[in-house]
């Protein structure tokens, strides 16, 4: 069973983990946006993600890792169902677009598969920008 919680402080070292698993530098507690997420499967973290707010109708998708050391099938079904949920959230506030800027393939790749996102410009990484207008709230029921 999978299950989305909002991120707290307390789960930081999580995070952490999973950092040092993947070899990668940490982020810095602070620069984890309030829009952030974790979703657990069987009571067990795989998978945070979070999006950062603006001023304007545009929001930013923010770093996404997950648990290296659980089963693949449940994390891939797992952030799929994490995107969506982001997803639905800023569309909840009132933002039409999700802009992100990576050069992890898999994520592009689940994000256009998601039909989430497009790629905009895969020059040195990659450019997505995610449309949250004319989305029918029944695409995102989880």
């Known amino acids: 069973m999978f299950e989305i919680l909002q991120y707290e402080k307390f789960d930081y070292p999580i995070l952490l983990q999973w950092f040092k698993d993947y070899e990668w530098t940490p ?7 309030k829009n ?6 069987d009571g067990t973290p795989i998978a945070f993600s979070n999006f ?5 109708n545009i929001c930013m998708l923010g770093f996404t ?3 290296k ?7 891939r079904e797992g952030l799929d169902l994490l995107m ?3 997803f639905k959230r800023a569309t909840d506030l009132g933002y039409d677009y999700i802009h992100y800027a990576t050069d992890n393939v ?4 689940r994000l256009e598969r998601l039909n989430l996102m ?15 207008t004319g989305k029918s709230i029944a695409f995102f029921d989880e």
Do not use: R, W
């Open 84 to 86: 969506v949920h982001l």
């Open 106 to 109: 898999p994520m592009v790749k």
């Open 27 to 33: 982020c810095e507690e602070k620069s984890i946006a």
């Open 118 to 132: 497009q790629v905009t410009d895969n020059a040195t990484g990659y450019l997505l920008t995610g449309s949250l």
């Open 65 to 67: 890792i997950s648990n």
């Open 52 to 56: 950062a707010e603006t001023d304007t």
């Open 69 to 75: 050391h659980y089963p693949k099938e449940f994390v």
């Open 36 to 41: 952030a997420f974790l979703i657990f499967h």
